[in-house]
């Protein structure tokens, strides 16, 4: 008999109905109680779920499996080890932390309290990302030789102003990168493998009073011998389809629009698969439910995959590396440093 774990959401932003949903649809799971500091997000839980104010009283009184942390950033790590340590399992929204210290101490929590501590980084369920780096990765269209990432965004003065933690870099931990595009830089390193340097610039385009960048770019030099270019902003005029390509010697992949596409040694462009219909905003993508329906079967011992603190850890040291190449103007290298 399949095990149904009572789920906690600590966090009712704007992210949390998209998990209230995912959980809803998810057989593993069931949403037992839901946390926030302003008493009006209750409304974001629906009818049935427990309401706290203080996420300690929610651990004490609920006999929680699991709890998801829906929080700013830099509040994910120390809710992250107050539940591990309560011996509730944890699913973190990205980014799992904002700071060297806070992912050393994530990457421990699951030895030091023996729970499962996954991280949102939803679309590496994608099914375009799943057939790319299926793909890409056979060896079938030969060497990897560049990878590209592009996102594009807006993000008016009101994004920030209604949030004031999203531009202060002690809270939020970045901008454009920690909050937007953290998931392109997810898939570029998983698509190109272990990085060996990076080149990068950070810049604040726009007339926000914000501490944090509003743009920013990257060269990725692999291992491997791939070279990556990244770039990101939201200060574009609208929210344009990230874009994702990988080009190997005899194709190039690219996924746009929640489509993708293959071109064979130059020759036309054909559709590979697409991923399926978005609920809510579609930039989020489509993961979130297979990656929470994931970590519940292997919570169930079944089958299952998530995303570990370890795995989850290398986007935000690529954001780390850009912001350190930005200040010193030269190329880092990945093995030097924080």
């Known amino acids: 008999m399949e095990t149904v774990r009572k789920v906690g959401i600590i966090g009712l932003g704007v992210v949390a109905d998209t998990h209230v949903k995912a959980v809803g649809a998810v057989d593993q799971c069931s949403l037992a109680a839901g946390c926030d500091l302003d008493p009006e997000r209750r409304a974001v839980l629906g009818v049935g779920p427990s309401f706290y104010t203080d996420y300690r009283e929610m651990l004490e009184c609920e006999q929680l499996d699991a709890v998801h942390i829906c929080l700013p950033h830099d509040l994910h790590q120390p809710v992250a080890e107050a539940c591990a340590a309560a011996g509730v399992n944890v699913l973190s929204e990205?980014?799992?932390?904002?700071?060297?210290?806070?992912?050393?101490?994530?990457?421990?929590?699951?030895?030091?309290?023996?729970?499962?501590?996954?991280?949102?980084?939803?679309?590496?369920?994608?099914?375009?990302?799943?057939?790319?780096?299926?793909?890409?990765g056979s060896g079938a269209y030969g060497r990897l030789k560049a990878v590209k990432g592009i996102v594009t965004w807006h993000r008016p003065a009101q994004y920030y102003e209604s949030a004031p933690w999203r531009g202060s870099f002690a809270r939020s931990g970045g901008g454009c990168m920690m909050n937007q595009s953290i998931h392109t830089l997810d898939l570029m390193q998983l698509i190109g493998g272990p990085i060996e340097a990076i080149h990068g610039t950070v810049s604040r385009w726009m007339d926000y009073p914000t501490e944090v960048e509003d743009t920013a770019g990257a060269r990725i030099c692999f291992a491997n011998g791939a070279e990556g270019i990244f770039f990101a902003t939201v200060g574009y005029g609208d929210n344009s389809s990230v874009e994702v390509e990988a080009v190997c010697e005899r194709a190039v992949f690219n996924i746009k629009n929640y489509r993708l596409t293959i071109r064979e040694n130059g020759g036309e462009e054909r559709l590979v698969c697409t991923d399926r219909s978005l609920n809510g905003k579609t930039y989020y993508g489509a993961g979130h439910e297979a990656l929470i329906r994931e970590f519940y079967r292997k919570l169930n011992g079944e089958a299952g995959s998530y995303v570990t603190c370890r795995e989850g850890a290398v986007s935000v040291r690529m954001i780390h590396k850009i912001y350190e190449s930005s200040l010193k103007h030269q190329k880092v290298q990945w093995g030097q440093g924080g």
């Not at 990205?94 to 990457?107: F, S, Y």
């Not at 030091?112 to 990302?129: A, K, P, S």
């Open 94 to 136: 990205k980014p799992e932390a904002v700071t060297g210290e806070q992912l050393r101490r994530m990457e421990q929590l699951e030895d030091r309290y023996h729970v499962q501590v996954g991280i949102c980084l939803q679309n590496r369920y994608n099914e375009t990302t799943k057939q790319l780096l299926e793909m890409a």
